[in-house]
């Protein structure tokens, strides 16, 4: 069994890189609706930086940092894409169906709204949960 010893360099540049994978994996997650990436990629990006940061430190200090359940995230991810399709059902429209609005916001002008938006998020949500259950579980056999 490896003990762990003082990792000031990986730790330091970690949490410089794990702050900029999560801001690229949310542009990736936004350009979704018009160019490559969404909610999985965007997930996936995430759950990198989040691995990164179990890498780097240890699971009791990265539970402490983000005291997530991602059990609970997978429920609400999933409670998400699916209410966003179900959601087509009430306007007797086919499933999965989405809409969109042009509106005026004041700091980006005008911006088109999706329903789209929230079943990736629901995706992000679920991809992220799945993931770090996984490895989390893995980890903690270990």
Known sequence: MRTKTNDLILQTITTVVAF???????????????????GFIGGLMTSG??????LAYDIKTVTNILPIDYKVLIAVGLLFAVGT???ALLFNAPFLTHAYQYFHLPLLGKTSLHTAVLFDTGVYLVVIGV???????IGESE
């Open 85 to 87: 399709g179900a959601g």
């Open 20 to 38: 900029i994978i999560i801001l690229f994996s949310l542009s990736l997650f936004f350009a979704g609706h018009y160019n490559p990436g969404g």
């Open 131 to 137: 993931t770090m259950t996984i490895i989390q579980t």
């Open 49 to 54: 930086a989040i691995v990164l940061l179990l």
